[in-house]
């Protein structure tokens, strides 16, 4: 038994997934270590990145997956997946093709997670209202028919970029406690 006394320890997967450049690795690199990227590449192979979270009174670690890019190829694989009990889907406001898409990531979400895993659908690039492509109302209207969170974020000026990744952690930790 390597807990502490009276101590429960919690690690939640939770996995980021959407088209490429909706700024998936750049929402996690805001979450974790508080940096954007304006010039973010894609590398090979999956990674993922440990945030400390306290809920309740209780330290949680989240364990983000951020895809390497290999969305491009729709080849993100069932190990991605595996063993995921959050995930945030995110689309680009700005391109209304990012926005089409997420229907099919809810369903590759679906096939290869339990269907209790907590879901927020993520319009992110907020601060792009000038050239905006989704409307608030379509995106909020989609959550709401899908039954998930929702949440516009923008990982460029940080908005709601703690609070997106938080609703998301402190719903699995309902889920589970
Ligand atoms: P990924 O492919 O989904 O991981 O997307 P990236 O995080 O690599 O971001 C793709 C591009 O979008 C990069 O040029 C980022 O600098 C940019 N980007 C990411 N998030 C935002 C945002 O919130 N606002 C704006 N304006 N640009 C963003
Ligand atoms: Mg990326």
Redesign the pocket.
């Known amino acids: 038994d390597d807990q502490e006394a009276g101590g429960e320890e919690y690690l939640f997967k939770v996995v980021l997934i ?1 088209d ?7 929402l996690l690199s805001r979450f974790a270590r508080n940096e954007f ?4 590449k ?1 590398t090979i192979g999956v990674e993922f990145q440990t945030q400390a979270v306290e809920i309740d009174g209780k330290e949680i670690k989240a364990q983000i997956w951020d895809t390497a890019g290999q969305e491009r190829f729709r080849a993100v694989t069932s190990a991605y997946y595996r063993g995921a009990v959050g995930a945030l889907i995110v689309y680009d406001i700005s391109r209304k093709t990012t926005f089409e898409s997420v229907k099919r990531w809810i369903d590759e979400l679906t096939t290869h997670c339990d269907t209790t895993v907590a879901r927020m659908l993520v319009g ?2 907020c ?2 209202e000038n050239i905006r492509d989704v409307s608030v109302e379509e995106g909020k209207e989609f959550a709401e028919q899908e039954g998930l969170f929702f949440m516009e974020t ?3 000026d940080s908005t709601n970029v703690q609070t997106a990744f938080e609703i998301v952690i402190r719903e699995i930790y309902n889920n589970v406690s």
């Open positions: 959407g490429s450049a909706v700024g998936k690795s750049n990227d304006q010039h973010s894609a992110n690039k601060d792009l923008s990982a460029l």
